[in-house]
């Protein structure tokens, strides 16, 4: 006997909290599955009806009542088809991360995440309660198991789930992006098809949700663990996937398997998607940004170029006497380049009257950094005052490197609402600079060839500062991303002076950090919800 479910895999952009136009996508997307598709199910991501991760909105009382109201509608409303959505499940004193399948006002199946991560970006055991069951259900003959994104990366609920009969499951996501993410899916999804034989469909949704980005990639892996499905990645959409039943066997049928994309066009097309999103999202009109004519503000401006387009973005180029022709040149040239509004303000005049106004406190003083940071403050001043009268946000153009020792100021550079590279070490800055180019020349070239300066004094080089980026930036990746010793970095070749003198600067400045503005997160552990390293602390590395 040959059994036949058709599905459609719903790897949809949904919001946070806005349960009320989640749940009419939902309505929208199961009807476009009956009636285009002929799909006899249709499959949404974790969390759905309210958005994915919904934080403290959890134990609001009104998200609770809006979420019950939706889950009334979609279970009375959807005729013809199955729907499996994911929602929170408030039962009691708990509240769970919970899946149902309702099929013409029946539900048909319903299931609790068994396994809530609770590390990196995730708290889920703040919020939820386990669930203890597997959950089985049949349609069309087939049988099919539930699971929800952390449960396929143990091997108990997908064992518990053969066991209990299924002949194939569906693991409905909310997988945040970061560097060969989906290798390491994947990787862990062949794994789990080989210890129990039967097919995983993997549905991941799409989209920016602050520091967070969701890439997509859903995939079917068969039984022999050959992926047979894969979505493309950062691309909103529906699929189709037949499974053919046969004997207590399924198989995948699907036309459609997506390549994968190397490095950095996935982190580009990362940062692309979260500046998009925080944007859209938030309903700005547009950004606006410092173009120094250096590295890093010459890439924020091509990614919120490619984001929004260039007509909802503007560009401030703000001289001053340390800035050299060079920079001014270059920013000017990619900003016609671009298509972008460009204005040039010079800063003298208002530095000018800073340093007159604060005179009788500096005079026996030596210039010092204090009079960098003041440019920088000007600069700041400047753009947030663009970005109040427009409406336009301020994005920030600091990297990782800089953040993590502190080579940026306080309400100058780092003043804005959203850092793009924020995550981005400065080696990986080029990296991307040059494969954006590759699409078409967006950055001039003398501006990545050039060697690096904040130019606020003359002749300054990122250099004067801090070791060669090149050496600061696996460092930092060992000390940040890994949590090795000074001991452990040295014995990779690192000079221990130096190895002390950039962990000692990382410390110094999480204060700095603390008041930076949110931004897309692409490693494995970026400087914001999963970097808690307290402000006061007396710790000294030993060696």
Same mark, same amino acid.
């Given at each position: 006997?040959?059994?036949?479910?058709?599905?459609?895999?719903? &790897?949809?952009?949904?919001?946070?909290?806005?349960?009320?136009?989640?749940?009419?996508?939902?309505?929208?997307?199961?009807?476009?599955?009956?009636?285009?598709?002929?799909?006899?199910?249709?499959?949404?991501?974790?969390?759905?009806?309210?958005?994915?991760?919904?934080?403290?909105?959890?134990?609001?009382?009104?998200?609770?009542?809006?979420?019950?109201?939706?889950?009334?509608?979609?279970?009375?409303?959807v005729k013809g088809i199955a729907v499996l959505v994911g929602f929170p499940e408030y039962y009691e004193d708990h509240i769970y991360n919970s899946c149902a399948v309702f099929s013409d006002g029946k539900t048909l199946s319903h299931y609790r995440k068994r396994c809530l991560p609770n590390y990196a970006v995730f708290d889920e055991e703040r919020y939820f309660t386990a669930g203890k069951d597997a959950a089985v259900f049949a349609l069309n003959g087939i049988r099919i198991g539930l699971t929800i994104c952390e449960d396929v990366w143990q091997q108990?609920?997908?064992?518990?789930?053969?066991?209990?009969?299924?002949?194939?499951? #569906?693991?409905?996501?909310?997988?945040?992006?970061?560097?060969?993410?989906?290798?390491?899916?994947?990787?862990?999804?062949?794994?789990?098809?080989?210890?129990?034989?039967?097919?995983?469909?993997?549905?991941?949704?799409?989209?920016?949700?602050?520091?967070?980005?969701? =890439?997509?990639?859903?995939?079917?892996?068969?039984?022999?663990?050959?992926?047979?499905?894969?979505?493309?990645?950062?691309?909103?959409?529906?699929?189709?996937?037949?499974?053919?039943?046969?004997?207590?066997?399924?198989?995948?049928?699907?036309?459609?398997?997506?390549?994968?994309?190397?490095?950095?066009?996935?982190?580009?097309?990362?940062?692309?998607?979260?500046?998009?999103?925080?944007?859209?999202?938030?309903?700005?009109?547009?950004?606006?940004?410092?173009?120094?004519?250096? #590295?890093?503000?010459?890439?924020?401006?091509?990614?919120?170029?490619?984001?929004?387009?260039?007509?909802?973005?503007?560009?401030?180029?703000?001289?001053?006497?340390?800035?050299?022709?060079?920079? &001014?040149?270059?920013?000017?040239? &990619?900003?016609?380049?671009?298509?972008?509004? *460009?204005?040039?303000?010079? #800063?003298?005049?208002?530095?000018?009257?800073?340093?007159?106004?604060?005179?009788?406190?500096?005079?026996?003083?030596?210039?010092?950094?204090?009079?960098?940071?003041?440019? !920088?403050?000007?600069?700041?001043?400047?753009?947030?005052?663009?970005?109040?009268?427009?409406?336009?946000?301020?994005?920030?153009?600091?990297?990782?490197?800089?953040? !993590?020792?502190? *080579?940026?100021?306080?309400?100058?550079?780092?003043?804005?609402?959203?850092?793009?590279?924020?995550?981005?070490?400065?080696?990986?800055?080029?990296?991307?600079?040059?494969?954006?180019?590759?699409?078409?020349?967006?950055?001039?070239?003398?501006?990545?060839?050039?060697?690096?300066?904040?130019?606020?004094?003359?002749?300054?080089?990122?250099?004067?500062?801090?070791?060669?980026?090149?050496?600061?930036?696996?460092?930092?990746?060992?000390?940040?991303?890994?949590?090795?010793?000074?001991?452990?970095?040295?014995?990779?070749?690192?000079?221990?002076?130096?190895?002390?003198?950039?962990?000692?600067?990382?410390?110094?400045?999480?204060?700095?950090?603390? &008041?930076?503005?949110?931004?897309?997160?692409?490693?494995?552990?970026?400087?914001?919800? =999963?970097?808690?390293?307290?402000?006061?602390?007396?710790?000294?590395?030993?060696?």
């Open positions: 006997m040959n059994n036949t479910v058709t599905v459609a895999l719903a &790897q949809l952009d949904l919001i946070v909290g806005d349960v009320a136009g989640n749940s009419a996508r939902i309505l929208d997307y199961a009807t476009r599955a009956r009636d285009d598709l002929q799909a006899d199910l249709v499959v949404f991501p974790e969390l759905s009806i309210c958005g994915y991760p919904p934080e403290d909105l959890l134990f609001h009382a009104g998200l609770r009542i809006s979420v019950e109201l939706a889950l009334d509608e979609i279970r009375d409303s108990a609920p997908i064992a518990a789930d053969r066991a209990a009969g299924a002949e194939c499951v #569906i693991a409905i996501n909310g997988s945040p992006y970061e560097t060969k993410s989906q290798y390491h899916r994947e990787e862990v999804i062949a794994a789990r098809v080989t210890e129990v034989g039967i097919p995983i469909i993997y549905l991941n949704m799409v989209g920016g949700q602050d520091e967070l980005v969701f =890439d997509g990639g859903s995939f079917a892996t068969a039984a022999d663990g050959e992926v047979r499905f894969r979505a493309p990645p950062f691309e909103e959409g529906m699929y189709r996937l037949v499974l053919h039943g046969t004997g207590g066997s399924v198989e995948l049928e699907s036309d459609q398997v997506a390549e994968l994309l190397a490095d950095e066009a996935s982190v580009y097309r990362a940062l692309v998607t979260g500046t998009r999103d925080y944007v859209r999202k938030h309903g700005f009109p547009g950004v606006v940004l410092g173009l120094s004519g250096g #590295i890093d503000s010459a890439l924020v401006l091509t990614v919120a170029c490619d984001a929004i387009g260039a007509d909802k973005v503007r560009a401030v180029m703000m001289p001053f006497r340390y800035t050299s022709t060079m920079s &001014q040149e270059d920013a000017a040239r &990619q900003a016609e380049s671009m298509g972008v509004r *460009y204005d040039v303000i010079p #800063i003298a005049p208002m530095y000018d009257a800073t340093v007159q106004q604060l005179e009788t406190i500096f005079h026996d003083r030596e210039a010092d950094v204090t009079e960098e940071n003041i440019q !920088a403050r000007c600069r700041g001043l400047l753009l947030m005052a663009i970005s109040n009268k427009t409406g336009r946000m301020l994005l920030t153009t600091g990297n990782k490197s800089e953040m !993590a020792v502190g *080579y940026a100021t306080l309400y100058g550079d780092m003043a804005g609402g959203f850092a793009p590279i924020k995550d981005c070490r400065k080696t990986l800055v080029y990296q991307l600079a040059r494969y954006r180019n590759t699409l078409g020349e967006a950055i001039p070239e003398r501006v990545i060839s050039r060697e690096p300066s904040a130019e606020l004094r003359p002749g300054q080089k990122d250099s004067d500062s801090l070791p060669d980026y090149d050496v600061l930036d696996p460092i930092l990746e060992a000390f940040i991303e890994e949590d090795l010793s000074v001991a452990e970095i040295t014995a990779r070749g690192f000079d221990r002076d130096t190895v002390l003198r950039v962990l000692e600067m990382v410390k110094r400045n999480e204060y700095k950090r603390r &008041q930076a503005p949110p931004g897309i997160r692409i490693s494995s552990r970026a400087f914001g919800r =999963d970097w808690r390293y307290p402000i006061t602390s007396w710790y000294r590395f030993p060696g």
